[in-house]
């Protein structure tokens, strides 16, 4: 539920101060958790709630990564949903070292070795991470194409000083700065040719996933009351509470099922081994899934593997039981990491703090109904979790289906306006060019701007050509694009 309350921190106030709160949430939970006899409280509770908060304020801010290597966002996407699978791995290690040392090493030791990690994390926000989260390469084209716009070191305010040499070198020095910025971002972006390989591959990409930019640039509000959202939402709402209706009750289950505690003992002791290491091993495989696979496809996949899991969840036999936990193991970090990289494609990194979050959020709420789920179990069907497998396998598939026609439907909306979009912005850098050059003047006179080698009194003629008109005619191409987003995505 926290992870609402996250996003619009996130949004808001970047991702160092998320980290700054995990820190300080995880240190109290863990003090709480590692001197709980001492306190005079349930101190269990309130580590809990702690430690619940720390983690969402870690985990939510860090899809933001996967913009600093925008070459492989979908890996490291798979990469940070892996690492949250794998964090069960910490409680299976616990257990080994807790039965190895017969108990001497308990919660106390556990918890006061884990002050480790927000440290780690206050010493990174501090030394590595950025102050706001990593721009696009979307981004970083627009504030390339304005650093490499001259006119911009020309501004109104110059009007105002009646020194000509300090209205040079004040523009001089924008000069510089912009220079340093272009070459800053062209660093990041690469040469030329690389430029046009990744623009090629995104392009691909693109193409490939079929919902890319369906509702970039709009509110977080108005995102949310689409069905791409409310779709999206339900399913991730029946799933996390299948994932952890599954997880609490793996040893019951199969306790019944299989009529012996013996065998339950043994698949719950190989579901805690195949539970981490599907998170870590699954990851190289979902990052190329979600690169080069249409978003359908993979929300049908999902589907699929959504409703097999149930099927074979309701099955009494043990071969059933291992194809059900080794399904189960990579369904649970392909279903989290394709649930972000949907959340990402379609709604964008404006507004992806408010949006996951709420997602997460509701889905939270929906985990308190795993209790009513093993009430109907236990009442209901007299402790058989065959049925109650097969119920929600079936609901998943009707949502699931509801959410593949869509997306499929809207998608070709989508990709075909994405297709006029890039034909006018192939149009449009070349009139942009053109009318650059008529304003400014001819070559000439455009190598003094900025420079030392030229005098004052022959740049200001020179350097106050045409601003008037150059402003004008970037206010009208901006207006008529805004126009044609609106009515694109309409």
């Not at 908060?53 to 925008?70: K, R, W």
């Amino acid at each position: 539920m926290g992870a609402l309350i996250v996003g619009s921190v996130l949004d808001r106030y970047g991702p160092k101060v998320c980290g700054f709160a995990s820190s300080v949430f995880l240190v109290i939970g863990s003090l709480c958790m590692a001197f709980s006899k001492s306190l005079p409280f349930d101190a269990y509770v309130a580590a809990s709630f702690f430690l619940a908060f720390g983690g969402i304020f870690t985990f939510v801010p860090s899809f933001h990564l996967c913009n600093a290597f925008p070459n492989y966002q979908g890996l490291i996407l798979a990469l940070i949903t892996g690492a949250f699978d794998a964090s069960a791995a910490v409680f299976l290690g616990f257990r080994l070292i807790y039965k190895s040392t017969n108990g001497s090493f308990g919660l106390k030791g556990l918890f006061l070795a884990y002050l480790v990690v927000p440290v780690f994390v206050i010493v990174t926000q501090v030394f590595i991470m950025p102050d706001r989260s990593y721009e696009t390469r979307t981004e970083l084209n627009v504030k390339m194409e304005m650093a490499e716009d001259p006119t911009t070191d020309l501004h109104d305010s110059d009007d105002d000083l009646n020194d000509d040499t300090e209205v040079w070198k004040i523009r001089t020095d924008r000069s510089i700065r912009r220079k340093q910025s272009l070459a800053s971002i062209r660093s990041l972006l690469g040469t030329q040719e690389q430029q046009e390989q990744y623009e090629k591959k995104e392009e691909e990409k693109k193409v490939a996933s079929g919902v890319w930019g369906a509702l970039h640039g709009m509110s977080a509000v108005t995102q949310i009351q689409t069905p791409w959202f409310i779709l999206i939402t339900m399913l991730t709402v029946l799933q996390m509470a299948r994932f952890n209706f599954t997880i609490a009750t793996i040893w019951t289950q199969y306790r019944y099922m299989l009529q012996s505690p013996l065998l339950a003992t043994q698949i719950n002791d190989f579901f805690d081994l195949a539970l981490p290491l599907g998170g870590v091993l699954t990851v190289p495989f979902i990052g190329l899934l979600l690169d080069n696979v249409s978003t359908v496809v993979v929300l049908a996949l999902i589907v699929l593997l959504s409703t097999i899991t149930g099927v074979l969840a309701a099955f009494p036999t043990l071969w059933a039981a291992y194809a059900n936990i080794c399904l189960f193991v990579i369904f649970r970090p392909l279903y989290y990491s394709a649930m972000s990289d949907y959340a990402a494609k379609v709604f964008g990194f404006a507004t992806f703090g408010t949006v996951y979050g709420t997602i997460i959020c509701l889905a939270g709420i929906g985990i308190f109904c795993q209790s009513g789920l093993q009430a109907i179990v236990h009442n209901v069907f007299q402790e058989d979790p065959g049925p109650m497998n097969l119920w929600l396998a079936g609901i998943g598939l009707v949502i699931g289906i509801s959410l593949v026609m869509y997306v499929d439907m809207r998608g070709r909306v989508v990709m075909r306006d994405l297709a006029e979009e890039e034909e006018r912005r192939s149009i449009r850098p070349r009139s942009r060019r053109a009318s650059r050059s008529s304003l400014v003047g001819p070559p000439d006179e455009r190598r003094h701007w900025g420079s030392i080698g030229a005098h004052p009194d022959e740049r200001r003629p020179l350097l106050n050509r045409g601003l008037s008109t150059v402003q004008e005619r970037a206010e009208s191409e901006e207006s008529d694009e805004s126009r044609r987003s609106s009515a694109a995505r309409v």
